[in-house]
């Protein structure tokens, strides 16, 4: 019994993906198989009902072969495509000292397909009383072709300090990012994702007043992303 179900199901499922739309200039769109089309001359429809119609070629705007194709123009639209393109990303990250860490960065790079970007960038980062500019490569994967997508974004770079206050350079920057984009419109697209950043520093500490012997920080911080990409 339940064979017999899924069987038909399975051939409902395939006479829906055989569908066709039949787009006419007047504005009727016709919903069936194609039985016949001859070029010059006219073409038949068979429907779901059995009713076969006859149109002249002159009046038809164009098929679309597929009934589930319609759905998939409108999801293909909000995919990644290839090409140049940047993003924009904002964060806030709390670190293992219990400091805030608030970024915002741009990465500009090639989507070499809807699976792969490979770019770089540079931003601004605000924690405790320092400021900094993190300059890294960038790679982001997005392992489904769908306008919605997880996606894994890897940041690898240097975190040039701006300001002293007792840190005496920057260090090495790794910033990976798990999260999930919905394209919004046939260019761009938002994500939302939940960071880790590692962050390496050095600084000065003085003894009784004087400044004396140099140590290395290492960070580690968690937090929330947003960005959008064009």
Known sequence: MLLLIFAGISLQVSAQQWQELVYLKNG???????????????????????SIFVYPMSEV??????????????????????????????GYLLDNENYNHIEAVTSHGYQFSPYLYIGGGLGY?????????????????????????PYLDVKLGYALQLTTSGYDGGGLLFSPTIGCRIGVSKKSGISFGLGYQLRQLGYEY???????????????????????DF
Request: aromatic content about 8%; some cysteine.
């Open 28 to 50: 009727s769109i016709i919903k069936g198989i194609v039985i016949e089309q001859v070029p010059s001359g006219s073409m038949k429809v068979q429907t779901s009902d059995g």
């Open 61 to 90: 705007e164009r098929i679309v072969k597929d009934y589930s194709e319609k759905e998939n123009e409108a999801n293909s639209a909000k995919t990644l495509r290839i090409g140049y393109k940047w993003f924009l990303e904002c």
């Open 125 to 149: 980062e605000s924690f405790i009383d320092i400021l900094s500019m993190p300059m890294f490569a960038n790679v982001r994967l997005t392992p489904l072709n769908k306008a919605v997508t």
């Open 206 to 228: 003085s003894i009784t007043g004087n400044h004396g012997m140099n140590n290395d920080g290492t960070l580690h911080a968690f937090g929330l992303k947003i960005s959008f």
